[in-house]
T-cell receptor, first 112, second 118 residues
């Protein structure tokens, strides 16, 4: 039972443009959300997170938006760079839970 | 070491054989997780260790899977009588504490073991 869903398995974007990655969740107990980035042959690395008390968190070129009523979050990358080509995983946890639930990932390809 | 270390990086085995996957977490990290990613799927939680507490084994898919963590550090995931559906990338992760991710805790992942069962 997939509680975190990333319905777009892949995304191709031109360098300099915006990348928008979407994530939906079903568990209303989730209150903390993270994005991880994964390069081939490497483990996922933490990118950015957001708590349910916020609807936006920004870190440089990366911004995460949270819409709790829709149980939806998105990651914006502006401007996209070739080094952003990777798999991006959305993850979520409930308060005081030690487990993360992950989506299946979205593969982003940034074209020069 | 500086990061989470996993070995081997690749393992090819025949159906029915046993395999052992090793994880060396970041020094000082008390929490250790095993996840796996099958083709086209998200990361699936397998097992969680925290200090000397009893592990949370709720994610282990069958009794062919077991894991141990010796001395609160290195962990070994064992799969007995491997099946083709066990083929996946097995990822180990560690973190400093377990009061919940809302405290801005993060998981640090190893590079994973690609297991292929023929």
């Amino acid at each position: 039972d997939q509680q975190v869903k990333q319905n777009s398995p892949s995304l191709s974007v031109q360098e300099g443009r915006i990348s928008i990655l979407n994530c939906d969740y079903t568990n209303s107990m989730f209150d903390y959300f993270l994005w991880y980035k994964k390069y081939p042959a490497e483990g996922p690395t933490f990118l950015i997170s957001i708590s349910s008390i916020k609807d936006k968190n920004e870190d440089g070129r990366f911004t995460v938006f949270l819409n709790k009523s829709a149980k939806h979050l998105s990651l914006h990358i502006v401007p996209s760079q070739p080094g952003d080509s990777a798999v991006y995983f959305c993850a979520a946890s409930a308060r005081n839970d030690y487990k993360l639930s992950f989506g299946a990932g979205t593969t982003v390809t940034v074209r020069a | 070491g500086a990061g989470v270390s996993q070995s081997p990086s690749n393992k090819v085995t025949e159906k029915g054989k046993d395999v052992e996957l090793r994880c060396d977490p970041i020094s000082g990290h008390t929490a250790l997780y095993w996840y796996r990613q099958s083709l086209g799927q998200g990361l699936e939680f397998l097992i969680y260790f925290q200090g000397n507490s009893a592990p949370d084994k709720s994610g282990l898919p069958s009794d062919r899977f077991s894991a141990e963590r010796t001395g609160g550090s290195v962990s070994t995931l064992t799969i007995q009588r491997t099946q083709q559906e066990d083929s996946a990338v097995y990822l180990c992760a560690s973190s400093r504490k377990t009061t919940g991710f809302a405290t801005n805790e993060k998981l640090f992942f190893g590079s994973g073991t690609q297991l292929s069962v023929l």
